[in-house]
């Protein structure tokens, strides 16, 4: 009776083992070919020959720093931009039209390559009766209403929540999540290949400068 007890036990434990294995395998097998499709969509993009440049605030990929910072003097003598608390230019934004989205500030960081914005990063901070989670749920569905439905969704490195993007010729949008605020990113797709082909060539031209010098 024990012995049978046991296989029992034995087997109930390889099947449940399978059943794991096999749907961790089903579930990397999923991603993977999302990834793949997603890869696809970029490159279908892009050898469009669409240029989309418009992104937040009437900014606009492209433009040059000295563009960049009329464009900034423009929006604060609108008053829509404000200096914070912190001393840094900010935009008070609504998501929502409940607590939860109001009064939201937004903070932006932009990066240049070859002296012209390939990427503007917005920082969106939710208010004390929201949560970075939410606001970044609010930002998906607020995208959505405007370009449709996102082109792709993947695990944020936070492991509980996804990273979404939306491709629309060069131009690409990604909402995430982080530790106290949830994040905006306007990439110009064509700049990042370009930036990283020179980083890594850089990289390779540092590397073997550095194994002549052994």
Same mark, same amino acid.
């Given at each position: 009776m024990q012995i049978e007890k046991n296989m029992t036990k034995k087997i109930t434990f390889i099947v449940l083992t399978l059943i794991l294995v096999f749907g961790?395998?089903?579930?990397?097998?999923?991603?993977?070919?999302? /990834?793949?499709a997603f890869e696809k969509k970029i490159e279908s993009e892009l050898n469009s020959g669409i240029r989309n440049d418009t992104i937040f605030l009437g900014y606009t990929l492209g433009m040059n720093k000295k563009e960049f910072s009329k464009k900034t003097n423009e929006l604060r003598k609108e008053k829509k931009l404000?200096?914070?608390?912190? =001393?840094?230019?900010?935009?008070?934004?609504t998501i929502d039209d409940n607590a939860f989205g !109001?009064?939201?500030?937004?903070?932006? =960081?932009?990066e240049y390559y070859n002296e012209k914005l390939f990427k503007l990063g917005v920082s969106v901070k939710p208010t004390k009766y929201s949560s970075p989670e939410l606001t970044q749920l609010q930002l998906v569905r607020l995208f959505n209403d405007k370009y449709g439905l996102y082109d792709h969704?993947? !695990? =944020?490195?936070? /492991?509980?929540?996804?990273?979404?993007?939306?491709?629309?010729?060069?131009?690409q949008i990604e909402v995430v999540c982080g530790f106290n605020d949830a994040r905006i990113f306007y990439t110009d797709l064509l700049a990042e290949k370009e930036s990283?082909?020179?980083k890594e060539l850089e990289q390779e031209k540092e590397l073997n400068k550095t194994k002549s010098d052994l």
């Open positions: 961790c395998n089903q579930a990397e097998k999923y991603e993977k070919e999302l /990834e793949i404000y200096v914070n608390n912190e =001393s840094t230019l900010a935009y008070k934004m !109001k009064d939201l500030e937004a903070t932006f =960081s932009p969704f993947e !695990k =944020s490195i936070l /492991e509980t929540t996804n990273n979404y993007y939306w491709i629309d010729g060069n131009r990283d082909t020179n």
